[in-house]
């Protein structure tokens, strides 16, 4: 049984999430004006899972990701997410759609007729939006040189009247 346990375990970690990323051409940007929904931090970008950015932003293409369709897939894809929203030059990602397919239970036999059971995995495919946004606050312009203090005023008792 503990052979069958690890080697469940070594199946589930060997995959990897596939990406498929295609780059959003237009006359025009695809400019949005987002209204909120909830998001997920991953790896410092914005992963949009529900709505989408309170903000203006700018649609830099699509991207598909895939992987298992259990534990170890679902960080796998979040991760994947994260490196394309990267690699595009973008800010963030908002989720389009998604589907699971495939997933079933099963049950195995081991030595001595002891009985362990597991679940087969299917596939998980989320395609998303990548994203930049529009109104991300200016670059600070480097501290201009400070002049020398002003003289200190003369008070006006030490005046001399012509």
């Not at 596939?18 to 970008?45: C, L, P």
């Not at 908002?94 to 397919?101: F, I, K, N, T, W």
């Amino acid at each position: 049984m503990k052979k069958t346990a690890a080697l469940l375990f070594a199946l589930a970690l060997a995959g990897c999430a596939s990406t498929n990323y295609q780059a959003y051409e237009g006359r025009t940007d695809q400019i949005i004006e987002g209204q909120g929904g909830t998001k997920e931090m991953v790896d410092g970008f914005e992963i949009w899972d529900n709505g989408n950015p309170p903000r203006r932003y700018k649609v830099l293409g699509v991207a598909t990701v895939e992987d298992f369709d259990n534990g170890f897939g679902q960080q796998r894809i979040r991760s994947a997410m994260a490196d394309q929203i990267r690699q595009a030059g973008g800010d963030a990602a908002v989720l389009l759609d998604g589907y699971s397919q495939g997933q079933s239970a099963t049950a195995m036999f081991g030595p001595k007729g002891r009985m362990a059971f597991g679940t087969t995995t299917g596939k998980k495919q989320i395609r998303f939006q990548i994203v930049q946004y529009m109104d991300k606050p200016a670059a600070k312009a480097p501290a201009a040189p400070q002049s020398a203090p002003p003289a200190p005023a003369t008070p006006a008792s030490t005046w001399i009247r012509s």
